[in-house]
């Protein structure tokens, strides 16, 4: 099926330029003349254009990528000597194939090919063209300067993505066991841990009547996962194997007995599974190809364990308060299914760990209550929580203390305390999970999950697999109250991000998806968190954000837990800044910064707690609160940019051009009407202010 030998460009290619970066770069004309420049910074200068999707790229971003640890005008200096050598080496083309503008290079589409657009571009013909494995995309040019390192590394996960992708889909479509397995080995050669490879040849020789192939292959792949990354491959390739084991087992015993044909017992799969549907056999048509077992769960899955109780018979009716009062919780939290623990556990030595032995349970939340301590009046006591993870032998992944209120409604707002920080914790530990998956072995609450993970990195450069990602995640189960939570908080921060296109359609589009996910979420504060934050940064929506916050934070609101919440604060304090109260904004984003450290997910609004700080007159903690969260989260552009503005507000400097250097490392093509556009929100006096702060550091008006 694959003739590696096969490479080049094709026949019917009459382009003057012909570009080869995978393996030895190789740059000829129309005859074969070799018109590769001889020095690295040119080669790395072309390879730039070449991979640029034929955009316009501006010259301080490739003076960014060349000459990162230059002065701004000595890398200038050295772009303009590069692109003189650049156009001397192609000059026996005859014809400028590169658009020289004043501020933009790019390379003109009709007249050059570039070896690496024919496999982005390509569907599955390009799977015969590819190169060998060890075939490094600009390998020669490793070196050459740390910023065009880190972006050649881009480069080459984007190239593999797509390769990956593409011998996936081959896989799901192709019916012959022998181009199956020939796909699959191909495949394997460059991701030895690709799980839907490893389902693709067993099946392929379970197809073929190999079941002694297929399950010395089942047992290489377990063992594989074992030895490099110390656990087991996903759901759905263990129930291929243990099937596989199932079945061959059955053949024995039917053999050994004189019993019925193995291929027609129900036996051979679990009784919860039926034959066509376990993915092991033949004529479930294409579907069912690579469907191994039951599909990955949607939700993980928690149980609560009865509260231990210690000083006194009360403790012990608290505790069985707590007990029911935490799983009603959990199920109004809508994601993770919520089971019952065992009512009679295994031994009294680990009650615990009882459930361990049941596969549908991943986490158990314990805990104890004592009252045999010293406390407040107002207290009834402490109460310990716990949360085990299963899958780890019951490792405590989130524990903590706290007083146990005598006040029904503090009690209250203590245990949604607790489930936001809980339900946190489980997103994190999940999410942690999933990044070694395959996208292709994830549902769509793992894909969401894994996304609301990458998000927390605060890295503009995950921009395009987050939205991927979670639309891949939406269009699997659009029903899915949490894909939809997520998606809605994703497209949010990425709209933030994106200066340009159009503002405000876009962002009520977001506030409304967001106002659907909160009345679905109804017993779930992270719901109406963000139907609140999108309606604060929607133009003309303030007061309606203000109402909801009051509504569900005041003294007597929904939600009272969430008033303490970091992320609360950071929203109130934006509020206050855009009704121009910055006593009260800067009040509440020193309480945000106090309070940050207990939750994921407020490192979102450390950026707004930047400018917030700025704009309410701290210009000095401003600069140090940009300072820290920039070295910590150096791609998050909205960090960089309320750092910049901070530092643009207390004149120029060194470290001024240095960031400003970093901001357009990360967003080339931004402009002052862009970063303006998305800051429709702010009062115009702001926003007038804004405008100068990034004049006054030199960004292009646009």
């Known amino acids: 099926m694959f003739d590696l030998a096969i490479r080049g460009v094709a026949k019917t290619d009459s382009t003057l330029l012909r570009l080869r970066l995978i393996g030895r770069m190789e740059a000829t004309t129309l005859t074969g003349e070799s018109v590769l420049p001889v020095g690295g910074k040119t080669k790395g200068l072309l390879a730039i254009l070449a991979l640029s999707d034929r955009k316009p790229i501006p010259r301080s971003h490739l003076a960014e990528l060349l000459w990162s640890r230059r002065p701004d005008d000595l890398a200038r200096a050295s772009l303009r000597q590069e692109i003189h050598r650049l156009l001397d080496a192609l000059s ?12 933009t290079l790019a390379l003109k589409p009709a007249l050059t090919s570039v070896d690496v657009e024919r496999i982005l571009n390509g569907g599955k013909s390009i799977l015969r063209d590819l190169p060998s494995p060890s075939e490094v995309l600009l390998g020669e040019l490793n070196g050459i300067d740390p910023a065009f390192s880190e972006w050649v590394e881009a480069q080459r996960a984007r190239l593999n993505r797509h390769i990956y992708q593409v011998f996936e889909s081959a896989l799901r479509t192709q019916v012959d066991p022998d181009s199956i397995l020939e796909t699959a080995d191909h495949l394997l050669l460059r991701d030895s841990l690709n799980e839907a ?14 079941y002694a192939q297929a399950a010395a292959l089942g047992d290489q792949v377990v063992q594989l996962f074992q030895d490099q990354l110390g656990t087991v491959p996903g759901p759905a390739t263990m129930a291929l194997v243990r099937g596989l084991q199932e079945r061959i087992a059955f053949d024995t015993y039917a053999k050994t007995h004189h019993g019925p044909s193995a291929e027609s017992d129900t036996a051979l799969v679990p009784s919860d599974q039926a034959p066509e549907a376990s993915g092991l056999f033949p004529g479930g048509g294409e579907g069912s190809f690579l469907s191994a077992g039951p599909p990955v769960r949607s939700l993980g899955t928690i149980a609560v364990a009865p509260l231990k109780a210690t000083g006194s018979a009360h403790a012990e009716s608290l505790a069985a308060e707590l007990t029911e009062r935490l799983e009603v919780k959990l199920v109004g939290l809508q994601t993770f299914t919520v089971v019952p623990f065992p009512e009679k556990p295994q031994g009294d030595a680990t009650p615990l760990l009882g459930n361990t032995a049941n596969p549908g349970t991943d986490y158990v939340l314990s805990g104890l209550v004592r009252s045999n301590c010293d406390h407040g009046e107002n207290s009834e006591g402490y109460v310990i929580i ?9 490792c405590v992944v989130w524990a903590d203390r706290f007083e146990l209120p005598k006040d029904t409604r503090a009690q209250r707002a203590l245990l949604f305390y607790v489930m936001k920080s809980l339900q946190w914790s489980l997103f994190v530990s999940e999410g942690q999970r999933m990044m070694s998956r395959p996208i292709s072995e994830l549902s769509a609450f793992q894909m969401a999950v894994r996304a609301l993970t990458l998000m927390l990195r605060c ?60 009345i679905q979420l109804r017993s779930n504060p992270l719901g109406v968190w963000l139907s609140m934050l999108t309606r604060t940064f929607t133009p003309g929506q303030l007061d309606e954000a203000k109402a909801l916050t009051a509504e569900y934070t005041g003294a007597g609101g929904v939600f009272p837990a969430i008033a303490i919440s970091p992320s609360i604060h950071a929203l109130k304090s934006v509020q206050a800044l855009l009704s121009e109260d910055r006593e009260t904004a800067l009040s509440e984003i020193q309480m945000f910064r106090a309070l940050r450290a207990s939750q994921p997910l407020a490192v979102l609004s450390e950026p707004f707690s930047i400018l917030v700080l700025e704009a309410a007159g701290n210009a000095e903690e401003a600069r140090q609160a940009g300072a820290a969260f920039v070295s910590l989260y ?8 309320y750092y910049l503005v901070a530092l643009a507000a207390q004149g120029n400097s060194e470290e001024t051009e240095r960031v400003k250097r970093q901001f357009l490392r990360l967003v080339p093509d931004v402009t002052i ?30």
Do not use: C
């Open 92 to 103: 026996p083309l005859g014809v400028d194939v590169i658009d020289v503008q004043r501020h």
């Open 197 to 210: 490879a490893w389902r693709a040849r067993i099946q392929a020789w379970v197809t073929k009547g190999e």
């Open 386 to 394: 716990r949360l085990l993870n299963l899958r780890q032998d019951g």
């Open 459 to 518: 890295d503009v450069t995950l921009s395009s697999e987050l939205e991927d990602l979670v639309e891949r995640a939406y269009q699997t189960d659009q029903e899915s109250v949490f894909v939809l939570y997520v998606r809605s908080l994703i497209r949010f921060f990425l709209h933030l991000e994106n200066w340009s296109g159009s503002s405000q359609n876009e962002m009520e589009e977001i506030a409304s998806a967001a106002g659907y996910v909160a």
């Open 634 to 641: 150096p791609r998050s552009a909205a960090g960089v940019l």
């Open 673 to 702: 009407a862009g970063v303006l556009l998305r800051h429709a929100f702010l009062p115009q006096s702001m926003q007038s202010w804004l405008r100068d702060m990034l004049a006054r550091v030199g960004i292009p008006h646009g």
